[in-house]
């Protein structure tokens, strides 16, 4: 029987590889050609010493030495003792460079492109290639521009289904990405992806979840509601999803179809324009209800542009409030 460990390591590339639940995750990654580092691969020099951030595992035998008491509860692995029992992510504390792997890069072609508002674009991709293209839901790659050199991130806002992924794309007025698809983009179009990469991904559900989006930002927690969609949970789940405009207000009907799908999910979508006909206005800070944070114990995952990271996070920072995990990620313009 084998199982998927995703090795995500610190230059934020993602490598995924089968292992057999009889070989050691270290022996796993070099049959795929990933050299994790190692030195004396008998559980004495602590070395290979990883971080496990989920999945079931069993640890053959090693020293204190190598690994302590408090290490391995804590999470911490040697790979060349581990033996994967479910799928794993497996963070390395080395880059990508380091252990001879780099990011996949995957052909494609544009499936669908689909103006959903004046700001606001989605686009599907179809590949054979793609049927061996794995990412953890939150993840992104880097889209090439066709015509130039150029790449631009993008996350997933769908998982991968029948070599097709999806993207929700901001139109940015002169955006070379944004031109492309507004003006050029057509069906059958040729697009390359490499990756995947990121460390904003959803982690296993131990505890309550509260989502934060702002715009085209909301494409992570798509992606992330179909994962639990698929897995099920029994702890709530709340989206609080902000935009500017009522134009940019996309993918309502997803949403609602999530909610019918996921009986612990709700959600709240924002507008913050002073002229927004919508029911709700103001910025995801003003939607955000001492319910949703549990007391603190609830993990919180938050994705936009740049300003409206920094001021959730500020909010956050300055009311004393501590989720027991928060992730971001920041949808940077390119330099
Ligand atoms: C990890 C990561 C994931 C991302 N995922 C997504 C995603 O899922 N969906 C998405 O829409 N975007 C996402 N982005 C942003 C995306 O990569 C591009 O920056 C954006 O789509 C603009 O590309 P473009 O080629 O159209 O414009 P560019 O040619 O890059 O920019 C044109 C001009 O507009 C400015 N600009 C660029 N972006 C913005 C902006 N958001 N607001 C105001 N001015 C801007 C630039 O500084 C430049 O002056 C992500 C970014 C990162 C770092
Ligand atoms: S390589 Fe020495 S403990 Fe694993």
């Given at each position: 029987?084998t199982h ?194 990121g460390s ?6 131990t505890r ?128």
């Open positions: 029987m998927q460990i995703a090795l995500q390591f610190e230059d934020g590339v993602t490598r995924f590889i089968d292992a057999k639940t009889t070989e050691t995750v270290a022996d796993a990654a070099y049959r795929h050609g990933v050299n994790l580092p190692l030195d004396c691969r008998d559980g004495a020099c602590g070395t290979c010493k990883c971080f496990a951030e989920s999945g079931r595992y069993e640890m053959g035998e090693y020293i204190d030495d190598a690994l302590s008491e408090l290490e391995a509860k804590q999470g911490f692995v040697l790979t060349c003792q581990m033996r994967a029992q479910s799928n794993c992510v497996v963070r390395v504390p080395a880059s990508s460079a380091v252990c001879r792997t780099q990011q996949a890069r995957f052909d494609a072609a544009i499936s669908r492109v689909e103006q959903l508002s004046p700001s606001t674009i989605s686009l599907s991709l179809r590949g054979e290639a793609l049927n061996k293209l794995a990412f953890l839901p939150g993840q992104y790659v880097n889209l090439q521009v066709p015509g130039s050199t150029q790449t631009r991130a993008y996350s997933f806002s769908s998982l991968p289904r029948d070599g097709e992924v999806s993207f929700l794309i901001r139109n940015v007025s002169g955006g070379l990405m944004s031109s492309f698809l507004t003006q050029l983009a057509k069906t059958g179009d040729a697009m390359t992806l490499t990756g995947p990469l904003f991904y959803l982690r296993d559900i309550p979840l509260l989502l934060l989006a702002g715009g085209t930002g909301l494409a992570p927690f798509t992606a992330m509601l179909e994962k639990i969609a698929e897995q099920g949970t029994p702890y709530p789940v709340h989206l609080i999803y902000g935009v500017t405009h009522d134009a940019d207000l996309v993918e309502m009907n997803k949403l609602e179809a999530l909610a019918a799908r996921i009986p612990q999910f709700t959600f709240t979508a924002c507008v913050a324009s002073e002229d927004s006909a919508w029911p709700k206005k103001g910025y995801v800070t003003q939607h955000l209800e001492p319910a949703h944070l549990h007391d603190g114990e609830v993990d919180v995952y938050l994705c936009g542009p740049p300003p409206m990271v920094e001021a959730v996070s500020l909010y956050i920072r300055e009311r004393g409030l501590q989720p027991a995990n928060f992730f971001y990620e920041k949808f940077a313009a390119s330099a």
